[in-house]
């Protein structure tokens, strides 16, 4: 079966619309103001879009979607080439040849074999698709890997896991960003660091009598949290070695074909409603170059000898070309189709006469110029767009956090509402149907809804979690607590809590770099993020059992900050819940500087945004 583009008429909704401009906005550097108007986004934005990213749902989702469109770009490849075999035959091709072609050839099952893609992709490797009983084990091994990415995860940050689990249980649907949530960081943080201490008091105490390593008991050492997601992280790399052991390749049956050509279709179509939008406009066009570059622009995506002479690149160049806006969006669709797979095409050596050398070149090329349409297709293929909140991106740590947690909470207030409703017939009180409307769904999304609703500005403009999103409504001291205290909540989410996952992010892009130099393939972020947790956690476990315990020696005193009997333990600062603690009084103490300083100055109700002058700014219509 042919490759089927088809066009649908609700797929660019407005919201998908925005979603889409807004991301390509973020990925050049820029943000969105209101209406059609973007700006340039400072150097605090910046620097806390930075310090954020060290989450690994982040590279979860790279991997989701990055995984589906290097094997969109290896699709359209050859279907070029089946066309070009077609003209040259001057007859179409019979089914067989172009699903030899196209879909059963090795470019693109060799995309479809990569380890992000059988993990992210279960509608693909499923039985009911025909798969073939070793691909079916390799799916079964990336998901045996995925739950022991989770477990990492658990284990990489359990005193954030804690926290998130108890803030979500006893509350749900608190925002990071309100002063509700710095509140219980201060009340429940203690709490997580004195009970961890204690632990580890008890775990000392009974393994002091047993021989030691790297300065501590063995048993201790095994049960430490870095030592634990480190072997978790090398196990889940292990099992995801086997699913590409396990995987073979096989011949793509119809129904794969329709979902595969589902995709390609739907991002053509993603990728030309943004593209008529700055077609002829070069302000417009600059800033979709510097999206498909990325967001921090550290590491180019694309090098200077794949951009014209005014930084654009030429795969941007050939699609803008290719389209006319007089024409039909699946006219335009099917043009844009034959301009990627033209731009997609590298000359391969003859096979016969080929070095090992000159076959190594052609697959690194191919592997460039494919990803040059990931760095197309992931400025509107996002999850920053339209996160599908899919099963297979939620691991374990996720769904114990963001599922389970809220279903306990729900539940015990469903619970309460029958006493309570017992109470109400006693004390003629009300007791249990807000109870009940407390764990509804459709009330918990009415309050989100409440806090976004621009009408109810002036009932929202003196809560924390408002005021931090529309800093530019308030004065000056105002912004500048509110500010701080983000500062501050950022540092304490994502550098004390974060030692792990720094550590990790450091090993995980140095594998990406070394296999995306290296390697003829894309490296796969799944097995490099395994990696980069086993290293990660290994490294921060010395550092725990060595060099802390040598300084401690040294100095001649203990680890940790004297108590003098007033406090039942003794604070170890090594205990990330302690020092979570102690920087979440100041943080809580500096947004209430920020609740009356709001108060003082007053709410100035400017609800639409402005450029402010001097700041460079563009429009984005659709």
Avoid at 279 to 302: R, S, T
Wanted: aromatic letters at 8%.
């Amino acid at each position: 079966m042919t490759l089927q583009i088809t066009a649908s008429a609700n797929l660019i909704t407005p919201a998908l619309d925005r979603g889409m401009k807004n991301n390509i906005a973020r990925k050049s550097g820029n943000k969105h103001v209101s209406g059609d108007t973007y700006k340039k986004r400072t150097a605090w934005k910046k620097i806390c879009d930075f310090v954020g990213s060290t989450r690994a749902i982040n590279v979860v989702g790279k991997a989701h979607f990055e995984s589906k469109q290097y094997c969109e770009a290896a699709i359209l490849r050859k279907d070029f080439q089946a066309t070009q075999k077609s003209v040259g035959l001057g007859r179409d091709l019979t089914d067989e040849e172009y699903n030899d072609t196209v879909w059963n050839s090795d470019g693109v099952q060799n995309r479809l074999m990569r380890e992000d893609y059988i993990r992210y992709s279960p509608n693909y490797y499923n039985k009911e698709n025909g798969t073939t009983s070793r691909n079916l084990w390799a799916h079964r091994f990336s998901k045996v890997s995925h739950v022991l990415h989770g477990m990492c995860e658990m284990n990489a940050a359990p005193t954030g896991m804690t926290y998130n689990t108890m803030r979500n249980t006893g509350t749900s649907g608190v925002d990071e960003k309100s002063t509700k949530n710095k509140i219980l960081m201060f009340g429940l943080l203690g709490f997580i660091g004195v009970g961890t201490t204690e632990l580890l008091k008890c775990i000392r105490s009974a393994s002091e009598n047993t021989a030691t390593f790297l300065g501590q008991g063995i048993l201790g050492l095994l049960i430490a949290f870095p030592v634990v997601s480190s072997a978790l992280g090398f196990l889940g790399f292990c099992s995801g070695m086997a699913s590409q052991i396990a995987v073979q390749k096989h011949k793509v049956n119809p129904k794969q074909q329709k979902n595969l050509s589902k995709d390609v279709s739907e991002n053509l179509q993603k990728i030309l409603s943004q593209l008529k939008s700055i077609k002829d406009k070069p302000e417009l066009v600059k800033v979709m170059a510097q999206a498909m570059q990325g967001k921090h622009h550290i590491l180019k995506k694309i090098k200077t000898d794949s951009l014209d002479e005014h930084g654009i690149p030429h795969i941007l160049n050939n699609a803008l070309s290719a389209i006319d806006p007089a024409k039909s969006d699946l006219e335009n669709m099917h043009s844009l189709k034959t301009a990627l797979g033209e731009y997609l095409q590298v000359d391969k050596p003859p096979s016969e006469s080929a070095t090992l050398w000159a076959r190594y070149r052609y697959a690194k090329a191919v592997t460039t110029k494919e990803s040059h349409y990931v760095a197309l297709a992931s400025t509107i293929d996002h999850m920053e767009v339209a996160n599908p909140h899919a099963k297979a991106m939620k691991d374990a740590r996720r769904q114990t956090e963001e599922i389970l947690a809220p279903a306990i909470h729900n539940f015990a207030l469903k619970t309460l509402a029958y006493p309570a409703a017992l109470l109400d017939r006693v004390a003629n009180t009300n007791i249990a149907p807000t109870l009940r409307k407390w764990a509804s769904e459709d009330y918990q999304k009415a309050q989100i809804k409440k806090m976004n609703d621009p009408s109810r500005a002036s009932k929202n403009c003196f809560k924390g979690e408002y005021m931090a999103k529309n800093i530019h409504q308030y004065g000056p001291v105002t912004r500048a607590c509110i500010k701080i205290a983000e500062g501050m909540r950022l540092f304490n989410m994502n550098v004390v809590l974060a030692s792990n996952a720094n550590l990790s992010r450091i090993f995980n892009n140095m594998a990406l770099f070394i296999n995306n130099s290296v390697g003829t393939s894309p490296a796969s972020r799944s097995m490099c993020n395994s990696l980069g947790r086993f290293f990660g956690g290994a490294v921060l476990a010395i550092i725990f059992g060595t060099f802390i315990p040598i300084a401690a020696d040294a100095s001649g005193s203990p680890s940790t900050v004297s108590t003098n009997g007033n406090f039942p333990v003794d604070f170890s600062m090594t205990n990330i819940g302690i020092l979570m603690f102690l920087l979440s009084a100041p943080t809580l103490m500096v947004q209430g500087l920020a609740h009356l300083a709001a108060r003082v100055e007053g709410w100035n109700g400017n609800i639409n945004k402005t450029v402010p002058n001097g700041v460079p700014a563009f429009k984005f219509s659709r």
